[in-house]
């Protein structure tokens, strides 16, 4: 009989019971009782090491990869020294390069429209980390042993009116010069760490949460992530953490597995890349629509390749970055799905939404979502469903997006931040209701007929509800609604 | 919790499984929702299912996913209602 941990690892982001298919049973290393073996032998280890450090560093170089090999090795060999490791590898990174962790141009700006050098500014921005943690370390403390309080009982919310607050101390020019870059830089911290201290205060909650210093450890831990926790908390983590050497040898195959194949998916999109914007010189959706407002002419072929291209390589992007976070992950031993998982298959709207971008849902499920449904509309189970997950891929998409830019505020005062938030807006309405009616479907039993026309018929609904949508959907600002509206419709030839 | 609550519960659990597609055993310690086993659709229709069979009011508990983690966690978290 398969062990509770065989079967978890086992349902990582695939369907045993589906008869594997002859292309996956070649690939299936993770299952080779030899290579498992050996991968749990010094010898093996060592191999496995070298050869995520060699991949890594075709991405971040080999310093960087070096790091990362050694910190996820000292997570996954020395459990006595996990919590010491993971703690002092982020750290590490985020003092090494801040600007990969928070928008440090946008504090330096501030700091220049202030008439503060660039060498204050810098100094603004690690005493606002450091501020941060040290804040963030006594919060989580006190949320562990007063579980009554307003941080521990709705984080989320408190963590949200105080960047507001602070935001609009910062946006009414009471402070001026260093006092206010030091607010900013606290403000734009503040939100980029924001969603981890959330988990970190939920987990205190939990029945034995893990230590502050843990905590801390997984705040853009070392492994990567974006605004977006990858591999969502600390209580997250410590279920997934590979329990025995067996567990832990299949997990850091499956990572090696995972890192070449986003490897080859670089290569891919690099390959695509020369191929539409060299090659073929396709311009890109941005510029593209900056030509349509300008009244320049060009073909609707070609503006209907640029929005393909211009989305798959989204896609591509994604997928890339996020195998490559969860294979170093996976090499620390924590058994985490993948982020990206075979979007083109989706054969709905929903599912397409839980195979795209798997943290980012999770993230809107956990904080938005399961909030609101196990608040409202008990009565009415689809009205119930319905509303819930508007709530957390509409208005929790939207609230996320305008947090994690808040430095525009600082730019262009915050209507006008509001205002060119317009499009994003409407791009959130119209995916939360995709999702919404696709959910609400599901629920009531739905499901699409597996015949080769309904999965044809799929792909082009789902990805021509995507592409569509990507019009709205990235976060420039640079065209209102009503040009991206007009810009839509020319494609299907309304001018 | 009665012996053919469990029965129940477990019963909905394995369909729940099923539905996508595991079929491996199910052990009343085993992690259903942290270990990705089933996902979030799924814990929504367990939270209705609670509601419905045991009149649980999820919006008087400050609710977290661990509680309902495994049939042996429900058991425990259904005794303290």
Not at chain 1, 141 to 159: D, E, N
Not at chain 1, 404 to 428: M, R
Not at chain 1, 440 to 453: L, Q, T
Request: aromatic content about 14%.
């Amino acid at each position: 009989m398969m062990s509770a941990s065989d079967s978890a690892i086992a349902s990582i982001r695939e369907r045993p019971d589906q008869p594997r298919r002859a292309l996956r049973d070649w690939f299936a290393f993770d299952q080779n009782t030899w290579l498992t073996n050996y991968v749990q032998s010094c010898v093996g280890r060592i191999v496995l090491l070298l050869l995520f450090t060699l991949f890594c560093s075709q991405t971040f170089g080999f310093v960087l990869s070096l790091g990362f090999t050694t910190a996820a090795a000292v997570c996954a060999y020395c459990p006595r020294f996990r919590t010491i490791s993971l703690f002092s590898a982020t750290l590490t990174i985020l003092m090494i390069s801040p600007s990969s962790r928070v928008a440090l141009h946008a504090i330096l700006s501030i700091a220049q429209r202030e008439h503060i050098s660039q060498a204050l500014g810098i100094r603004a921005v690690y005493l606002a980390i450091a501020g941060f943690f040290i804040g963030s370390f006594i919060v989580i403390t006190v949320a562990r042993h007063c579980k009554t309080w307003v941080l521990a009982r709705r984080p989320v919310m408190t963590l949200l009116a105080t960047v507001s607050l602070l935001c609009g101390v910062a946006a009414s020019s009471i402070l001026h010069g260093l006092a206010q870059v030091a607010l900013w830089a606290f403000i734009i911290v503040m939100v980029s760490y924001l969603w981890f201290l959330a988990y970190a205060l939920v987990d205190q909650r939990t029945r034995e949460p893990s230590p502050a210093l843990f905590q801390l450890g997984t705040f853009h831990p070392f492994w990567g992530s974006t605004t977006v926790p990858f591999g969502k908390g600390a209580a997250y983590l410590r279920k997934t953490l590979s329990k025995t050497r067996q567990d832990l040898a299949v997990t850091q195959i499956k990572g090696l597995k995972l890192l070449t194949w986003a490897l080859m998916l670089q290569y891919l999109e690099s390959g695509l890349s020369w191929l539409f914007n060299t090659a073929w010189i396709l311009p890109n959706l941005n510029d593209l629509q900056t030509l349509y407002v300008q009244g320049q002419a060009y073909s609707i072929a070609s503006a209907w390749g640029a929005l393909i291209w211009t989305t798959a390589d989204s896609a591509l992007h994604l997928a890339v970055g996020g195998h490559q976070v969860i294979a170093i992950a996976r090499l620390a031993g924590f058994r985490l799905p993948r982020n990206t998982w075979r979007p083109l298959e989706a054969r709905t709207i929903a599912e397409y939404w839980n195979r795209y971008y798997f943290y980012f849902k999770e993230l809107l499920v956990d904080f938005f979502f399961f909030p609101t449904f196990l608040r409202v509309f008990r009565k009415h189970p689809r009205l119930r469903t319905f509303f819930a997950t508007f709530m957390a891929a509409g208005v929790g998409n939207a609230v996320f997006h305008f947090f994690k830019d808040i430095q525009i505020v600082a730019e262009v005062g915050l209507w006008n931040a509001l205002i060119s938030f317009e499009s994003y807006l409407f791009y959130c309405f119209m995916l939360a209701l995709g999702i919404s009616i696709s959910q609400v479907r599901m629920n009531r039993g739905i499901k699409p007929s597996s015949s080769r026309y309904a999965i044809v018929w799929s792909f082009l609904c789902v990805w021509g509800f995507v592409l569509c949508l990507h019009i709205f959907g990235d976060e420039s600002r640079n065209h209102s609604l009503y040009e991206r509206l007009s810009f839509m419709a020319s494609l299907f030839g309304f001018n | 919790m009665q012996a053919q609550d469990k029965d129940k519960l477990r019963v909905f659990l394995k369909s729940c499984l099923e539905e996508n597609g595991n079929h491996e055993p199910l052990n009343d310690d085993d992690s259903l929702f942290m270990s990705a086993r089933l996902d979030s659709l799924d814990l929504t229709n367990l939270v209705i299912f609670l509601e419905q069979t045991f009149g649980v009011n999820f919006a008087k508990v400050m609710f977290e996913v661990e509680m309902i983690d495994s049939i042996n966690e429900i058991e425990s978290f259904l005794d303290q209602q």
